[in-house]
């Protein structure tokens, strides 16, 4: 495995590890007991004018590369992010405090994204004919240029490749801006995709600052699109920063997405997956079914057993196998996260189990419950981002329904019940670009993901994925 505390990480553009133009850096902490991991490049606009440049001059070569070429190089990709998936599994879980069970399956998805897109490679820019009497026309695709990928800290990697794969399988070349607070894998990405045979220039990556390196990749004339995942207000920001060069933005942002049980559930299966939606990847995760809404009749029964799974779960260094929840990500987001245990309390909640931090040296929070929640409080409606769940109750399905929609976002639903009309009635008005019923978060690949409201613009996944990196082209001739 790589020394990642011996080796700086360096910026990446047109194949080449280069330092940031002006020289400075910025360090790269661990979360597990906040000692230095890395210096880290950082990258500015001159930086992201040289990445852009290279992906610019990649383009024609890997855009013209037929489908099938473009396949094979990336499934080779694949197998090589298999080959080093202890690596990367290991590198994230010291850069992100993520337990190290959950960032090896995730390490393995991100081969598993680049396989699915690149099955997919071959056939992308297939269209349609369609005839009038004196008219033919045909439809096709062409990828849309060079593109900025912007991604968040959470589960990095992975989620990198969810959008990196798609827009190389698409013919586009890419510049990405990793997440300041989660650098370390987005090297290791680009150095496995050419050492897997990706051309330079193809993908580049530059660290830096979203205010700097991440606002000029948006406002880069040469950047067709901009595939963004984080936060709800930063995606507005963004939009704005697009608007003089009309840049095509996909957004996945933010949740507060609850997850609704029933009197009539199977109660154990709600339990444990409402524990493992929230308490699982420290809770930092858009999905993750942050506000338990419980039937009035059961909500003293679910949440005494939802707190006394959480009082067992396993806080630990992120490389125990048995850890569940690690440290969070940043002192910063860790200080986030402890304000709504004061919150709750300002509010008249009650903290059922948790809200405490845990030791002195790593930014280690327990798993906390809020139980006597009105869903008008800021820890009901606000994204915490950890491993902490507010409990609601409800009388009936009308009010689950209008508690459930009545959040700024709507990216995912979670719904516990044995009766299939109600399941239909309250999947039919549910505010979310994804809902699960009787089901934890389970992903297929070919399935849209994306949300509703603050919670995004877009999709992602199957064909979705390629109508966002592509143009689609209509040619007319007569007959
Ligand atoms: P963030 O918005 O703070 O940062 C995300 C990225 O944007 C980082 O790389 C950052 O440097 C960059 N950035 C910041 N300001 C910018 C600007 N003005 N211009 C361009 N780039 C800029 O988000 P975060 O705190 O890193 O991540 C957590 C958030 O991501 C949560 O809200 C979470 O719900 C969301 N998220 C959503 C999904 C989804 O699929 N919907 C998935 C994962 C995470």
Redesign the pocket.
Known sequence: MADFRANGVMNHIAGESVPAASGSVFETVSPVDLSVLAQVAKGGAEDIDRATAAAKEAFPLWSKTPGAERRKILIRVAEAIEARAEEIAFTECMDTGQALRFMSKAAIRGAANFRFFADQAPYAEDGAVTRTPTQMNTTSRRPIGPVGV?????TPFM?STWKIAPALASGCTVVH?????SPMTAKLLVEIAESAGLPKGVLNVVNG???DA??R??EHPDIKAIA?????R?GS??MA?GAATLKRVHF????KNPVIVFEDADIDRAVDAATFMIYSLNGER?TSSSRLLVQDTIYEEVTQRVAEVAQRIKVGHPLDPETVVGPLIHPEHEAKVLSYFDTAQAEGATIATGGTKLGSDGCYVAPTLFTQARNDMAIAQE?I?GPVLTAIPFRDEDEALRIANDVPYG?AAYLWTRDLDRAMRMTDSLDAGMMWVNSENIRHLPTP?G?TKA??IGRDGGDWSFDFYMETVNVSFPR
């Open positions: 912007i991604t968040p800290w959470n989620l801006k990793p997440a300041e607070f600052m979203g205010e991440g606002k990749l948006t963004f995942v984080g936060e709800s930063t920001l963004i920063q996945e942002l933010g949740g858009c994204e981002f990216l993901f949300g919670s995004g």
